[in-house]
């Protein structure tokens, strides 16, 4: 019995990409991934995301991660289906897997719609969509520090050439950085998210 995990990264942020991962492991190894420390990516510290990040890598059968650049994030964003992007991507994580069960952190208010959407889509009848799935399941919790060290990764990339802070609207560095480069050149750079709102206030101010 093959069992996935699938969660995201970087959903709140107003730069770089939407992280989409999933980790398929053997049902009999799922104990194992507790066993090394596995929980939410958020209850740990960079450094130990990064050592469990190999540890998981070790012990799954197989891994995707999918990335969702900024301007795609955009067009659904103005349609109001960021929900359905995320669904869209979750599935094809899933579809590439190929597990027999699918564990998925939902987005979405109502867990089973979003579970039977992504069911419809990835040709996988067994979906189980849960809030808080990445504190619940520790395949899911795998798959979260495998989305929030790609996501830290490609945020790690942008920082060497700009000072964009932790890239989420709450932090004065991120938007200080896209403030002062919409004055300098008109319109924020690609890896910003035109579509949200502390952005398009910017935007409409210039």
Known sequence: MLVCGVDDAGRGSAIGPLVIAGIRIEKNKIKRLSEIGVKDSKQLTPRAREILYGKILELVDDYHVARIPPHVIDKSVQKNQLNQLEGKYMAKVIAKLKPDSAYVDSCDV????????????SQ???????????????????????????????????????????????????????????????????????????????????
């Open 124 to 206: 996988v009848g067994k979906i189980h969509s849960s809030h808080h799935a990445d504190r619940r399941f520790p395949v899911v919790s795998a798959a979260s520090i495998i989305a929030k060290v790609n996501r830290d990764r490609a945020i790690e990339r942008i920082r060497k050439n700009f000072e964009v802070g932790s890239g989420y609207p709450s932090d004065p560095k991120t938007m200080r950085f896209i403030r002062e480069y919409i004055e300098s050149n008109g319109m924020p750079p690609k890896f910003v998210r035109k579509s949200w709102k502390p952005v398009k206030i910017l935007l409409s101010s210039k």
């Open 110 to 121: 109502n867990p089973n719609r979003f579970g039977l959407y992504i069911s419809k889509l």
